[in-house]
């Protein structure tokens, strides 16, 4: 006689996180109102927005590698195709909803856990991801603040009037962390915690893929901008790094509102031909091409992952 499969840890966290993600499609909907997101994404020229969509699967390809690489890091191997699986939704998760721990974490943790990976090998995954996500961001803005410095608007009532000296704090960071790599080869002990440096290669190779990751995400909204804004790429990166930099730190999901208000400050500013209705047009297509479409990809995903798994506890 055979046994009947119980629900376990692993399969009700999926199932619930399911829940969340389509409470989650229902939130974004409404906060935004569905009409003014159509609205807006079909005053973009065909040919943008198709940009913008090739440009957003570039940047969650380069998101893979985080996984990728962290796997090599740890010395563990798993088929490629559920590490990119894992990958894409969990970071979905993380950039859409926030509380990565709660969400990206767990999500990976239910994934490699299932396909036999140890708690302590995620664990390391986990922290290996948090520090690629991180570098790319400190090393692009890093040399971005030092050589072209934002002046940071007065409406933001920061201690700084412009970019450069985080710049500069940022590629000490870099340094440090590729001379640590190059240089330290035992474990070091941070609050009773193992931290060992990856090899010079791959963390290089972190701060490449991440760095990709960060320059695509930034033209998805580029592309999206109103024609008439006179503003080169680089100019416009440095500000996008500004901007996502203070909605990470703000820990709002996605840095709902932060990001917003600081690039529509900014722009406003460079480019004050530009209304700050067009901008913000932009910006919530950026919302949706960026943010909303690939979680509704994902949610769907982990549907069609979790469901059979309920349909095999029911019987």
Not at 110 to 120: A, K
Request: net charge positive; proline share 4%.
């Amino acid at each position: 006689m055979s046994k009947k499969p119980k629900l376990n840890l692993s399969s009700l966290l999926g199932l619930l996180l399911l829940v969340f993600s389509l409470w989650a499609i229902n939130k974004e909907l409404h906060e935004y109102n569905y009409r003014d997101v159509l609205n807006n994404l079909a005053a973009i020229p065909k040919n943008l927005l198709i940009a913008s969509i090739g440009l957003t699967s570039l940047g969650y390809s380069a998101i893979a590698f985080y996984d990728i690489l962290g796997f090599r890091y740890i010395g563990f191997s798993l088929s490629w195709k559920k590490i990119v699986f894992t990958n894409f939704i969990s970071s979905v998760f993380s950039n859409t909803i926030g509380f990565a721990l709660l969400t990206g974490s767990a999500i990976r943790y239910r994934f490699y856990s299932t396909w036999g990976i140890s708690s302590l090998a995620i664990a390391q995954i986990i922290a290996f991801v948090n520090f690629t996500f991180w570098l790319g961001m400190f090393t692009l803005a890093g040399f971005m603040f030092l050589l072209n410095p934002l002046t940071i608007p007065p409406q933001l009532h920061l201690p700084l009037t412009s970019v450069r000296s985080i710049g500069v704090i940022f590629l000490l960071l870099i340094i440090t962390y590729l001379l640590g790599s190059l240089i330290i080869k035992q474990p070091l002990i941070i609050r009773s915690h193992e931290f060992k440096f990856p090899s010079f290669k791959i963390s290089l190779a972190q701060i490449a893929v991440s760095s990709c990751d960060w320059m695509f995400a930034a033209a998805v909204l580029y592309v999206l901008l109103p024609a008439n804004i006179s503003l080169s790429y680089l100019d416009f990166l440095g500000i996008y790094l500004l901007a996502m930099f203070a909605g990470v730190v703000s820990s709002v999901p996605g840095g709902l509102g932060v990001f917003e208000t600081v690039v529509l400050l900014i722009l406003s500013s460079q480019v004050p031909q530009v209304s700050a209705v067009a901008i913000l047009g932009s910006l919530l297509a950026y919302r949706g091409v960026y943010y909303f479409l690939p979680f509704i990809i994902a949610a769907a995903l982990l549907g069609v992952y979790e469901l059979p798994q309920l349909r095999r506890i029911k019987k």
